[in-house]
């Protein structure tokens, strides 16, 4: 059976993820395309260390009968994991889209050069 | 267009008289629309020959630019493709900085008819409204489309209408019309991705006032929709949690050369 601390620490944490990205969309340093995810990671792990029968049925489901809360780091490691390939596809466009800027600007600039 | 007279407000001759001394500009949005982006700006000239033109090619990868180069308008070719939000803006921003009086945004698809101009101008021109949105479900015609749009389109009229406390019909029309003011606000502050919905709450958290009219649609005349069924729900949630954080948000009144 999970420890009660552990669960309230748990339920702390991802409450306060969820309040620091809320507050970030709304002052709009956080664009809702790249929030939805960390919504998503809050809620999953909030819902889960404030359900904590849930939480020790998962964690039967992968015979990990000792220590239930390991399957909230495990899932909490995983979303971690999804968030870093996630942010290595929009590395990947923005600087796909900052050569193409380059270019144009240089082709810009020679054009004004020349006139 | 003996329905017409219906459905607008004013008379086309009354509203081509009324925008005689105004500057306007008609912002059309186009991604891989060759087949039909020359008709659009066509029959906007049809409507009035004197109304400029802005093509905001977003990154296409056919003739769109060239089609409507040879037509003589405005044309905006973005490096590359910033969705339909950036590349709206990207035309209110050209009007914004070419003092621009009255703007209307139709799609380079096709599917609005520059014939209804009149019903959504009217209001503008009129000074009853700042924003002026042409709506598929007010009255006549039919629109037929996938049964989730369908069922997202229903869901951010009722959630729209109860956030700016107005009836909102159709909150993902991309057909409408907007004075100065309206120019300066989506030239400094349009949203992403899906932005008609939340634009119109933006509006309405500005003071702009808005009114929706009834027009008919087209099915579109080429190209494909840039939204699928499953994209739709993401779209759907990534606009509701927009509506909602937006509920928290302080919103100044745009003053009209604030930004540039």
Not at chain 1, 73 to 84: E, H, Q, T, Y
Not at chain 2, 141 to 168: D, H, M, N, P, W
């Given at each position: 059976m999970t420890p009660w601390p552990v669960s309230i620490a748990a339920?702390?944490?991802?409450?306060?993820?969820?309040?620091?990205?809320?507050?970030?969309?709304?002052?709009?340093?956080?664009?809702?395309?790249y929030a939805l995810l960390w919504l998503l990671t809050g809620v999953v792990l909030l819902g889960l260390s404030l359900w904590r029968d849930g939480l020790n049925t998962i964690a039967s489901w992968f015979g990990v009968e000792t220590y239930p809360p390991a399957i909230l780091?495990?899932?909490?490691?995983?979303?971690?994991?999804?968030?870093?390939l996630h942010y290595s596809t929009v590395i990947s466009r923005l600087s796909d889209q900052n050569t193409i800027l380059a270019q144009r600007l240089a082709l810009l600039e020679q054009q004004l050069r020349e006139r | 267009m003996a329905e017409l007279a219906a459905v607008a407000p004013l008379p086309r001759d009354d509203v081509l008289a009324q925008l005689a001394d105004l500057k306007r500009i008609a912002v059309v949005p186009a991604l891989n629309e060759e087949a039909t982006v020359g008709r659009v700006i066509d029959e906007i000239r049809a409507f009035d020959p004197d109304f400029d033109i802005v093509v905001v090619d977003d990154g296409s990868v056919d003739r769109t630019a060239g089609m409507a180069a040879d037509r003589g308008a405005h044309v905006l070719r973005l490096p590359f493709n910033l969705g339909i939000g950036g590349a709206v803006q990207t035309g209110y921003r050209f009007a914004f900085e070419r003092g621009y009086d009255v703007a209307v945004q139709i799609d380079g698809d096709g599917q609005h008819d520059p014939s209804q101009l009149?019903?959504?101008?009217?209001?503008?021109?009129?000074?009853?409204?700042?924003?002026?949105?042409?709506?598929?479900?007010?009255?006549?015609?039919?629109?037929?489309?996938?049964?989730?749009?369908?069922?997202?389109?229903?869901?951010?009229?009722?959630?729209?209408?109860?956030?700016?406390?107005?009836?909102?019909?159709?909150?993902?029309?991309?057909?409408r019309a907007v004075n100065r003011k309206g120019i300066a606000l989506f030239a400094a502050d349009y949203p992403h991705d899906y932005p008609e919905v939340e634009a119109t709450v933006m509006c309405v958290k500005h003071k702009l006032r808005l009114q929706e009219v009834p027009v008919e649609m087209r099915e579109r005349g080429g190209g494909s929709s840039s939204i699928t069924a499953v994209r739709s729900i993401y779209y759907m949630t990534k606009v509701l949690l927009a509506i909602f954080v937006g509920l928290f948000r302080r919103y100044a009144v745009p003053l009209e050369e604030e930004h540039r």
């Open positions: 339920a702390i944490a991802s409450f306060l993820l969820l309040v620091v990205v809320f507050e970030l969309i709304r002052s709009r340093r956080l664009r809702e395309r780091g495990a899932i909490g490691a995983l979303f971690i994991l999804v968030m870093l | 009149p019903a959504i101008l009217g209001p503008v021109l009129a000074g009853t409204a700042d924003l002026c949105v042409g709506s598929r479900f007010t009255g006549t015609g039919e629109y037929r489309s996938s049964f989730v749009r369908r069922l997202g389109i229903r869901l951010f009229a009722r959630v729209v209408s109860a956030v700016v406390r107005q009836k909102v019909t159709d909150t993902t029309s991309g057909f």
